[in-house]
């Protein structure tokens, strides 16, 4: 069970910022950013690189989502960056699909 199967069971706490059927939105634990949300699908999946088109409606509903949250968290008018790391190399630390919403400073194009 990775640790976001756990938050997602409850058994680790985290602070929930949405939630409905089909994902859990929380604060990062290592915010890169005032804001700095994780958005996370409520089935295992491991990486947008395994998502088939049976996730179509999955992940359309999470990135919808994302900009719902960015709004309730005051970030969508100044702007917002979404990320979502695929595998080892890119960043990607627990092999459950998640997505970081990160806003509330200037954020820089390349990051670092």
């Known amino acids: 069970m990775t640790l976001f199967e756990k938050i997602i069971a409850r058994q680790i706490p985290a602070d929930i910022v949405y939630e409905d059927d089909l994902i859990l939105a929380f604060r990062d634990i290592h915010p890169q950013a005032p804001v700095h949300v994780l958005i996370i699908p409520k089935i295992p999946l491991g990486r947008i690189g395994l998502a088939t088109a049976e996730h179509e409606t999955l992940l359309g509903h999470l ?7 960015a709004q309730q968290l005051g970030v969508a008018d100044s ?34």
């Open 79 to 112: 702007g917002y960056r979404l990320v979502i790391n695929n595998g080892p190399n890119a960043g990607e630390s627990v092999p459950h699909l998640h997505c970081h919403l990160l806003g509330g400073r200037t954020l820089t194009w390349p990051p670092g």
């Open 63 to 69: 990135l919808l989502k994302a900009a719902t949250i």
